[in-house]
C-alpha cells in the first residue's frame, strides 16, 4: 500500500522560508514533486525531481524554492526561501511510478503572513 507522509507547513512570515518533507512508502517512484492549490485556484505544480535528479520548478517559484529527494529513503523536499504571501496554499506531495501511476499525499497548510 502506497503512503505518503508530509510534514513541514506552517505560518511564517514573508521573507521567510520553511521546508517541507514528503516520506513515500510502498512502492518505487520516478517524479516525485509537490503541487499546490490556493482557495478559488486550481492546483498547480510547484516543483517536481526525477528519481535521476532533473527537476522542473513552476516560474513563480525560480530562484526561491529548491526541490531535492533522497532515493534511499524515498523521501522528496522542497525547500522554500523568501516566502511571499502568494505562496500561500495547501501543499501536496505527488508521487509517480514508472509506469505513469500517481499518488497524492493528504496536503499540509503553508501560510506567509505577518
Known amino acids: 500500500q502506497v503512503q505518503l507522509v508530509e510534514s513541514g507547513g506552517g505560518l511564517v512570515q514573508p521573507g521567510g522560508s520553511l521546508r517541507l518533507s514528503c516520506a513515500a512508502s510502498g512502492s518505487v517512484f520516478n517524479a516525485m514533486g509537490w503541487f499546490r492549490q490556493a482557495p478559488g485556484k486550481e492546483r498547480e505544480l510547484v516543483a517536481r525531481?526525477?528519481?535521476?535528479?532533473?527537476?522542473e520548478y513552476a516560474d513563480s517559484v525560480k530562484g526561491r524554492f529548491t526541490i531535492s529527494r533522497d532515493n534511499a529513503k524515498n523521501t522528496v523536499y522542497l525547500q522554500m526561501n523568501s516566502l511571499k504571501p502568494e505562496d500561500t496554499a495547501v501543499y501536496y506531495c505527488?508521487?509517480?511510478?514508472?509506469?505513469?501511476?500517481?499518488?497524492w499525499g493528504q496536503g499540509t497548510q503553508v501560510t506567509v503572513s505577518s
Open positions: 525531481i526525477t528519481r535521476a535528479g532533473s527537476t
Open positions: 505527488h508521487a509517480e511510478r514508472f509506469d505513469a501511476i500517481g499518488y
